[in-house]
Nanobody
Framework: QERLVESGGGLVQPGGSLRLSCAAS????????MAWFRQTPGKEREFVGR???????DYTDSVKGRFSISRDVRRNMMYLQMSSLKPEDTAVYYC?????????WGQGTQVTVSS
């Protein structure tokens, strides 16, 4: 079954760091782009950043300089390293991939930034 599985969420204090992981089936991972999104209650899912097969990345302005996306080809894993976390980063974080042109989403992992 082709799927994505996020992990690594939790409660962290403002200013802290957290690393999220996304395990992808090989067929998804081999596609060109994978991405991270996040969503809070009552709001639309928001783009966080993405990484190409070649390792190029780009991010939404609100996380630039604080978040970093990487991928491990041997393990079919994508990561989101988050630092200098703020309360407004609190959300459910999702990874997204593709099989052809069809979108594939993980189930999400909750990140809560609070003192």
């Amino acid at each position: 079954q082709e799927r994505l599985v996020e992990s690594g969420g939790g409660l962290v204090q403002p200013g802290g760091s957290l690393r999220l992981s996304c395990a992808a089936s090989p067929r998804i991972f081999s596609n060109k782009v994978m991405a991270w999104f996040r969503q809070t209650p009552g709001k639309e899912r928001e783009f966080v950043g993405r990484i190409t097969a070649g390792g190029a990345t780009d991010y939404t302005d609100s996380v630039k300089g604080r978040f970093s996306i990487s991928r491990d080809v041997r393990r079919n894993m994508m990561y989101l390293q988050m630092s200098s976390l703020k309360p407004e980063d609190t959300a459910v974080y999702y990874c997204k991939g593709f099989i052809g042109t069809a979108e594939v989403w993980g189930q999400g992992t909750q990140v809560t930034v609070s003192s």
